[in-house]
């Protein structure tokens, strides 16, 4: 990790999203205690943790694999932690029987791993970190294993559990949507960087790098320059409805598939012909082949293929130095926190 600083608030979920690769998992790790930063310090109301081994922190750990004893039942594999703090027969029997509760598994304590289903499994690894009652829960790719709709399922129940407990999380995932949908901010991460860190609305429609717009959704990005009232690209003029801001000389255009409008006056627009077509349930997405190549556009219309269109973009994103340029830049969700990881750049 380069020169990493993250300040996450109590009782948030927090992803750290990217690619293969780029730190979430240390990051995580160094938070559990596994790896020990070169540098900086990890804070958790504001004491330093990084001297606690990870027995003894505060934290708990939901592995991409759940690393759930296959001699065990449910009821021992979530009552072993507790057994290992040497807590009294009846107090793990309780504290046990309240998590199943918690995560819908009430009736399974006497049956094995391998005769649960994948999101079952899932849910017991998760009864097993709950169980210990961490300051912070540590979730790595938990969802990984699962096939589509049984991690959307699946998801949304870590969700719902995180919020009634009110446990600050911390939860890597490379799945874009997967973030979107649950966190309360989301930190996206690139070779050891910190790209952004947001909410996910401002995330995805201000995306601060070229490297997080591409990343985040689809987005059509070019090179071109600003004019008065639209931007050329490679000669090409399109219309444009608003930019995030001005800016001189070359710049990269970025345009959400959503903010390509197809006019129906070809005074209006750019011309380009639809070289594909692919339904996307509510909506279709198009392949418009245009003079300097291709631009995604989503629309709620039929367009044939081949078909001449002419389009405008209502919203661009411009980009200089591959940084969002912005006339005011304001970010009114960071706050105070009891976790920090604060890294200073290395050399």
């Known amino acids: ?152 399922q699946v998801r949304e129940e870590i969700r719902e559990i995180q919020q009634r407990v009110g446990i600050t999380t911390v939860f890597v995932t490379h ?47 070019y090179s071109g320059q600003l004019k008065e009232q639209g931007v050329e690209i490679d000669g090409t003029f399109i219309p444009c409805q608003q930019f995030s801001a001005h800016a001189k000389g070359n710049v990269t255009i970025a345009v959400r598939p959503e903010d390509v409008y197809i006019v129906n006056d070809e005074q209006e627009g750019a011309a380009a012909t639809v070289a594909q077509q692919i339904t996307r349930g509510h909506y279709q997405e198009l392949v418009l082949t245009a003079p300097f190549g291709n631009v995604r556009a989503f629309v709620s219309n039929d367009i044939a293929i081949q078909e001449r269109v002419h389009y405008m973009f209502r919203r661009v994103l411009i980009y200089q130095d591959s940084k969002l340029v912005q006339e005011h830049v304001e970010d009114k969700d960071i706050v105070s926190s009891p976790i920090s990881l604060k890294r200073y750049p290395s050399s």
């Not at 949908?181 to 860190?197: F, K």
């Not at 995306?207 to 717009?213: C, E, G, L, N, S």
């Open 175 to 221: 799945d874009q949507d997967e973030a979107l949908s649950i966190s309360d901010r989301v930190a996206v991460l690139e070779a050891g960087y910190l790209e952004q860190y947001a909410v996910p609305t401002t995330l995805y429609k201000e995306p601060a790098t070229v490297y997080v717009a591409s990343f985040i959704g689809a987005m059509n990005l």
């Open 1 to 152: 990790m380069k020169g990493l600083n993250l300040e996450i608030d109590s009782g948030k979920l927090v992803c750290l999203l990217g690619s293969s690769g780029c730190g979430k998992t240390t990051t995580l790790r160094m938070i559990a205690g596994f790896l020990t930063p070169d540098a900086g310090r990890i804070l958790l109301d504001d004491v330093p943790i990084i001297d606690i081994p990870p027995e003894k922190r505060p934290t708990a750990m939901v592995f991409q694999q759940y690393a759930l004893w296959p001699h065990m039942d449910v009821f021992s594999n979530i009552a072993f932690g507790l057994q290992v703090r040497k807590v009294s027969r009846q107090a793990i029997r309780e504290r046990v029987h309240e998590v199943l509760k918690l995560v819908r598994l009430e009736g399974y304590e006497h049956s094995y791993p391998a005769q649960l289903s994948g999101g079952q499994q899932q849910r017991v690894a998760l009864a097993r970190a709950l169980v210990l009652e961490p300051k912070v829960l540590l979730l790595d790719e938990p969802l990984s294993n699962l096939d589509t709709k049984l991690r959307e």
